[in-house]
């Protein structure tokens, strides 16, 4: 394993795994091109965030170039990392499912089953785990000419590998790019994201074109009684956004979002905010030190008492 100092990156997934943070495709941000690295952060040892010490290994990765997948860990142990969806360079065709042993330091693209036919591929979508299910909802396809949106849930058994499905009764509108976190009741929050292809400025990370949508309201799926809910938010209600990043807090009482593309307020909207699940209020924080830049399509990963955001694009 080769120590690796990797550029500047975005639309990539970041999977925490037995202490190590699993860095996978993505796309260069300098370059526009379609990246195959894959490389981890060992966490378990104190580490310094300017010279970070990066495992490459990308020699082992069977996965094609891909950016927009998504990733979560699961497996009898927890300590496989299941990869679904994603764009790839134009004529290759991506599996369905990709899974890496971390014990084995293996990769592999088991078949699955449960659902006729097996669900198609899609992108800009995010995954969630829970009780070794695999909750994928909404996200988009593209074929070159038609861009589509979709509000189905689909659910990934990391034990058997079957599919099921998710009620759709009440389930938000198709969407992509948005925000979904697990929370200790045992419901998946979702916020936020675009109803249709959008284009933003890398300059300002204003939208120019396609919608972001409101977190003036939240959505819940139960994932015991396969149910949905609405919510209405109040407090300082953040910009309407897509492409930002959700965490739970360590209470379990507070969901924080950090960057993304949004609807110019008329201000710069580069706040952290939380949301309040007690009473569904967002208020911006007391912080200190130095808020990271501005960014859209990074990862954010709760790693001990931390909220870790790796990578993610903004042009100054």
Same mark, same amino acid.
């Not at 593209?142 to 058994?157: K, R, V």
């Not at 389930?171 to 925000?179: E, V």
């Given at each position: 394993?080769?120590? *690796?100092?990797?550029?500047?990156?975005?639309?990539?997934?970041?999977?925490?795994?037995?202490?190590?943070?699993?860095?996978?495709?993505?796309?260069?941000?300098?370059?526009?091109?379609?990246?195959?690295?894959?490389?981890?952060?060992?966490?378990?040892?104190? *580490?310094?965030?300017?010279?970070?010490?990066?495992?490459?290994?990308?020699?082992?990765?069977?996965?094609?170039?891909?950016?927009?997948?998504?990733?979560?860990?699961?497996?009898?142990?927890?300590?496989?990392?299941?990869?679904?969806?994603?764009?790839?360079?134009?004529?290759?065709?991506?599996?369905?499912?990709?899974?890496?042993?971390?014990q084995s330091i293996?990769?592999?693209?088991?078949?699955?089953?449960?659902?006729?036919?097996?669900?198609?591929?899609?992108?800009?979508?995010?995954?969630?785990?829970?009780?070794?299910?695999?909750?994928?909802?909404?996200?988009?396809?593209?074929?070159?000419?038609?861009?589509?949106?979709?509000?189905?849930?689909?659910?990934?058994?990391?034990?058997?590998?079957?599919?099921?499905?998710?009620?759709?009764?009440?389930?938000?509108?198709?969407?992509?790019?948005?925000?979904?976190?697990l929370l200790s009741?045992?419901?998946?929050?979702?916020?936020?994201?675009?109803?249709?292809?959008?284009?933003?400025?890398?300059?300002?990370?204003?939208?120019?074109?396609?919608?972001?949508?409101?977190?003036?309201?939240?959505?819940?799926?139960?994932?015991?009684?396969?149910?949905?809910?609405?919510?209405?938010?109040?407090?300082?209600?953040?910009?309407?956004?897509?492409?930002?990043?959700?965490?739970?807090?360590?209470?379990?009482?507070?969901?924080?979002?950090?960057?993304?593309? *949004?609807?110019?307020?008329?201000?710069?909207?580069?706040?952290?905010?939380?949301?309040?699940?007690?009473?569904?209020?967002?208020?911006?924080?007391?912080?200190?030190?130095?808020?990271?830049?501005?960014?859209?399509?990074?990862?954010?990963?709760?790693?001990?008492?931390?909220?870790?955001?790796?990578?993610?694009?903004?042009?100054?």
């Open positions: 394993m080769t120590p *690796f100092k990797p550029g500047v990156i975005f639309q990539h997934t970041a999977t925490l795994i037995d202490d190590k943070l699993y860095i996978l495709g993505g796309v260069d941000a300098k370059n526009n091109v379609i990246l195959k690295d894959f490389f981890y952060l060992d966490v378990s040892v104190p *580490f310094n965030t300017q010279n970070l010490l990066w495992q490459d290994l990308s020699n082992i990765d069977m996965v094609l170039s891909h950016h927009l997948a998504t990733s979560v860990k699961g497996g009898t142990n927890n300590d496989t990392l299941f990869l679904y969806g994603g764009f790839t360079v134009t004529g290759q065709t991506m599996a369905l499912v990709y899974t890496f042993d971390s293996t990769w592999s693209s088991p078949p699955t089953m449960g659902v006729n036919p097996n669900p198609i591929r899609k992108s800009e979508l995010t995954g969630v785990n829970h009780d070794e299910k695999m909750y994928l909802w909404g996200g988009t396809t593209f074929d070159g000419t038609i861009y589509t949106i979709y509000n189905d849930m689909l659910i990934l058994d990391t034990i058997n590998l079957n599919w099921g499905k998710g009620s759709l009764v009440n389930a938000p509108t198709p969407r992509g790019d948005y925000g979904a976190t009741n045992n419901n998946i929050i979702y916020i936020g994201g675009a109803d249709a292809s959008f284009t933003y400025d890398p300059k300002t990370l204003n939208i120019i074109k396609g919608n972001g949508l409101t977190l003036n309201e939240v959505y819940l799926y139960d994932t015991i009684n396969d149910n949905w809910s609405i919510k209405a938010t109040s407090g300082k209600i953040p910009s309407s956004r897509v492409a930002f990043s959700t965490v739970l807090g360590l209470d379990g009482q507070k969901v924080i979002i950090f960057g993304g593309a *949004f609807i110019n307020p008329g201000y710069l909207d580069t706040t952290l905010y939380v949301l309040d699940l007690t009473n569904y209020n967002w208020y911006v924080p007391k912080i200190s030190g130095k808020i990271p830049s501005p960014r859209v399509y990074h990862k954010a990963n709760v790693i001990g008492k931390y909220m870790v955001v790796s990578f993610g694009k903004y042009t100054i």
